[in-house]
């Protein structure tokens, strides 16, 4: 009899270390996601931690450490957390999505894209995994199907200026201008101050050949990003395209300092000073042009012009000849450097 009432005793007790182990660690749990949504990633991770240890069973405490682990960008250590959590909840819609950014911020494209679609399926109502599966489509170039994801994100969350930006360079990626125009629009609609919108919006309306409308939204980009060397050369292409020969130079020239190796920047530089009269100052941004793109032809082409417009017949002739030869080994589609000499 005796026995028997020791052993209820040790059960009571055993249970109550049980209730108070369970106690502390939701205690923790509390403390953990105050910490992570103020930002403190330390003390977020050494409640859960501790919580973890506490009670490993519960699904908070592990969902917890994982996305302060991944915040904090300890990768190794989130996918650990995060492939023993997904074999304990394989149905937990949440793991699967972070174990998926943490396979993407390392690199694992595939295994990242598995993760958010078992995600998706799981849970097919929230934005961010709608978003962060895009986000791994556009990276390994899947444009159409990223389109896809991003329609079902916005139509979550319309209210999400970047989704709009995704989705219009997704559209612009498939052949889909019109539609990416009216997407950078809704993202300039939504936040005016959108870093780089106009520049997309303007890349938008260039492609399509409506380079004053371009041109509009570059130069209201170019006052917020003075130093992006991809603002200042497309500015810059788009007023040579215009025959604005002098204003374009003062655009490329800059982009020509700020990406020293960006070879179109150069080849469309030493263009405009040749338009513009300018063909001896034209010749060393031509032969760097050739250096950075040596199997291109179009700069041959126009460093023969300028070499005969100082007078260099027998230099400008080689420089044709190697035109032809360049040209001529390029698929026959042609391309970019075939249709910028006319």
């Known amino acids: 009899m005796r026995s028997i009432c020791t052993a209820v005793v040790c059960l009571f ?41 506490l009670a490993p069973e519960n699904l908070e405490a592990n969902r917890g450490l994982l996305l302060t682990y991944l915040e904090a960008g300890r990768l190794r250590e989130a996918e650990a957390i995060g492939t023993s959590s997904a074999a304990r909840w394989p149905q937990d819609a949440q793991i699967q999505h972070w174990l998926g950014l943490v396979y993407f911020k390392t690199g694992r494209n595939e295994q990242a894209l598995e993760s958010l679609q078992r995600s998706e399926k799981l849970e097919g109502s929230h934005f961010d995994i709608h978003f962060d599966t895009a986000l791994v489509l556009l990276e390994t170039k899947q444009y159409s199907p990223a389109a896809d994801e991003l329609e079902k994100a916005i139509k979550l969350n319309p209210s999400t200026a970047l989704a709009h930006v995704l989705l219009g360079r997704a559209y612009q990626n498939s052949n889909r201008t019109v539609q990416a125009i009216s997407e950078f629009q809704s993202a300039l609609r939504i936040d005016p101050n959108l870093p780089l919108g106009h520049y997309h919006l303007g890349f938008a309306y260039a492609s399509i050949g409506r380079n004053a409308e371009a041109i509009t939204e570059y130069n209201k980009e170019i006052v917020r990003s003075p130093e992006n060397p991809n603002v200042q050369y497309e500015l810059g292409h788009c007023l040579l395209e215009t025959g604005d020969w002098k204003t374009a130079m003062v655009h490329l020239q800059k982009a020509t300092e700020l990406a020293p190796q960006n070879g179109d920047a150069a080849y469309d530089l030493g263009k405009a000073m040749v338009l513009e009269g300018d063909a001896a100052g034209a010749i060393p941004v031509l032969r760097r042009a050739i250096e950075l793109n040596p199997t291109d032809p179009s700069p041959h082409y126009q460093l023969a012009r300028a070499l005969e417009k100082i007078g260099n017949a027998e230099e400008a002739k080689l420089e044709r000849q190697r035109f032809a030869e360049l040209k001529k080994a390029q698929p026959q589609t042609g391309g970019m450097a075939t249709g910028r000499i006319q």
């Open 13 to 53: 007790l055993l249970g109550s270390v049980l209730c108070r182990a369970q106690e502390d660690a939701q205690n923790l749990i509390r403390s953990g996601k105050a910490a992570l949504e103020a930002g403190d990633l330390g003390h977020a991770s050494a409640d859960f931690e501790k919580a973890r240890q």
